[in-house]
């Protein structure tokens, strides 16, 4: 009903449609002569209302995505380079370990202090999470001292 409602701010007479049809189950008839409409115009307005409804969920859709993106990327080291230069074929290696349908939970990656390996493992993940492959993330840096 949510997506109903907020079409109800902007578009009652859409929202009154759509429940009276899929809610009320009321007749074509009955919401004809309800809405004083002519059988065409009732289906040709159904049909926009729920194209609103789907530009709606649409949106809602989107604002989760970014929330979610937005919290995800917290757990992730912040100084890295967004648009890191001359690795797109390791970055490339690391995400397709990372969504492989092998499973593979954990990826380990090590090397000299320096060389780029956080780096590597940020944007790999950071491409992964753009297109949905997560809904969780756990960072974690062995570092011998």
Known sequence: MMLVDQLRESDPESAELLLAHYVDRESTPSMMQRFGLSADELRRKQSQALGRVSEIYGALE??????????????????VDEEPIGIEKSVQKVENLLISEMGNNVVALWGMGGIGKTTLAVSAIRRAMASGYFSEVAWVSAKQS
């Open 62 to 79: 989107q604002s989760h995505l970014v929330k979610f993106q937005n919290r995800l990327d917290h757990l992730l080291p912040q100084y």
